[in-house]
């Protein structure tokens, strides 16, 4: 299904065909970039990949050490005393905060988790977990020496990841249903009024 | 100044860029839009985050 969207106030003439809007919103999610450049918009496939894959990967960096493993900001765990709530707006970006969720579910089935990446926290004795899962995490280091050992930069991952995700939502919508048009501002007028001018002046 | 080279708001910055571009593609379609939207959003964060840093620190100095 191709969708055309009219050209908003901002002057530019152009149609936003929306190609498939549906599939352009999966692949929007699966991979930052993916729906606009599946429908065309090169571009703004570029600047979305680049912008929102650049601030989840350097939020990766911030929460991890080669001793750590990498990525311990994004985990995914829901077991009663151990919900980790920004994991539902890390999941915003997709196929990149999946690991997290492959290595909770290999944990929660008493597997160890494959490696150090993205995998859950030992948990800690406050937390509600069968001894299998309690034994699969046995070797991961547990929340506090992640906060004790990464400092502020823990936290400072969470947040990186977190609105990596979070811009995604903005990115799929994007994918959807074309730009949202903004209202007129000052600069936007000026042009308006440039551009008619030239027009009239065309026309005569 | 060594403080302020230091200072863990610099961790904002890439953040507030990378916040404002998103937010003005999803307003626009041609890149020259985009960049100017982002800009002007941009520079309201920063703006904002300045009046409230005066704030905070205006606090400090009646303390």
Redesign the interface.
């Known amino acids: 299904m191709a969708v055309s969207k009219e ?2 106030h ?1 002057g ?1 003439d ?1 149609t ?1 065909e929306l190609r498939d809007p549906m599939m352009a919103a999966l692949l929007a999610w699966l991979v930052p970039g993916l729906g606009h450049y599946y429908q065309g ?1 090169t ?2 496939a570029i ?2 990949f680049v ?2 894959m ?2 989840f990967l ?1 939020g990766l960096y911030l929460g991890g050490s080669n001793e750590l493993g990498w990525g311990r900001a994004v985990y995914a765990s829901w077991h009663p005393g151990g919900r980790r709530l920004p994991y539902l707006c890390q999941i915003g970006i997709g196929l990149p905060a999946m690991p997290a969720l492959v290595q909770a579910v290999r944990a929660s089935k008493g597997e160890k988790p494959w490696s150090r990446f993205m995998a859950p926290p030992r948990p800690d004795f406050t937390e509600e977990v069968s001894d299998s899962v309690r034994g699969a995490l046995a070797d991961q280091p547990s929340l506090d020496e992640l906060n004790r050992r990464l400092h ?1 930069f823990f936290e ?1 991952a969470t ?2 990841t977190m ?2 995700g979070l ?1 995604n939502v ?2 799929i ?2 994918a959807w249903g ?5 209202e007129k501002d000052e ?1 936007d007028e000026e042009e308006d009024g440039e551009r008619d001018e030239e027009k009239a002046a065309a026309k005569s | 100044m060594e403080s302020l080279l230091t200072n863990d708001l610099w961790f904002a910055l890439p953040l507030v860029i990378a916040v404002s571009l998103v937010y003005a593609a999803t307003r626009h379609e041609s890149m020259r839009a985009i960049l100017r939207h982002a800009t002007r959003i941009g520079t309201w964060i920063v703006g904002f985050m300045v009046v409230v840093f005066l704030v905070l620190e205006l606090g400090i100095w009646y303390q």
């Open positions: 050209p908003s901002t530019e152009q936003v918009r571009a703004k600047l979305f912008c929102i650049g601030t350097y502020r400072f947040v990186y609105v990596a811009l903005l990115a919508y994007d074309g730009p949202v048009s903004p600069d």
